[in-house]
Structures are given as C-alpha cells and as structure tokens.
Nanobody, 130 residues
C-alpha cells in the first residue's frame, strides 16, 4: 500500500518561507524519481522541483529556481520542499509524487512531467498573501 502524504502548507506573507514535507510508506523514495508539483485554480499541474532516479539530475522550474529546494532524507523516507522568498503567484495546492521509472529521451529525464508519476499525495494548500 504505497502512500504519500504532504504536510506543512498554510498561509504565509510574501517574502516568507515554508517547508513542506512528504512522508512515504510502502515504498522507498530512494528507489524512485521524486517531485513536487503544484496546481493553481484554472491551471494544469506544474512540475516545480524534481529529482531523477538515482539522484542523477535535479530539475527546477524557472519560476522557482533559486527560491525552492527539493531534498530527500533517506533515514526517514521523507522528501521536503524548502520554499523561500514566497510570492503571491506561488499560491497553489502542492503535491508530492514518486515515479518508479521516468522517460529518458534526448539526453534528459522527463521528471517534470506529471504523467510520469505513479504515486501522488493528496495535496497541501499554500497561500501567499498579505
């Protein structure tokens, strides 16, 4: 029974920080590509921070590069998303996900593609507002 569960969302002022956590059960995250995605009202699910299988590559969306950091704690089988310098446009439901295999084509892994992922958490709301 593989499951992912996000926590740590909430309301924060612009410029503030949040740390999201994703606990995993029934699977070892180290064996998977992992990623954080978000979905704002009226928009599709967007890959924002992902790590490929074997942690060969890390992807960040341009919109969050330099502000967000994805990490994985193997000892607790938990992934994290550290979010700094939050902006109102970061407001969305944030999801964690894991993929046993991701497509490798054209010299890159398609870790940012939500269709590659097998397991998803239920999401946690992040609202950035003054």
């Amino acid at each position: 029974q593989a499951q992912l569960a996000e926590s740590g969302g909430g309301l924060v002022q612009p410029g503030g920080s949040l740390r999201l956590a994703c606990s995993a059960s029934g699977l070892r995250l180290i064996d998977y590509a992992i990623g954080w995605f978000r979905q704002a009202p009226g928009k599709g699910r967007e890959g924002i921070a992902c790590i490929s299988n074997s942690e060969e590559t890390t992807y960040y969306a341009d919109s969050v590069k330099g502000r967000f950091t994805i990490s994985h704690d193997q000892s607790t089988n938990t992934m994290y998303l550290q979010m700094d310098g939050l902006k109102p446009e970061d407001t969305a439901v944030y999801y964690c996900a894991a993929a046993l295999e991701v497509t490798y084509s054209g010299g890159r892994y398609y870790t940012q593609n939500p269709n590659e992922y097998d397991y998803w958490g239920q999401g946690t709301q992040v609202t950035v507002s003054s």
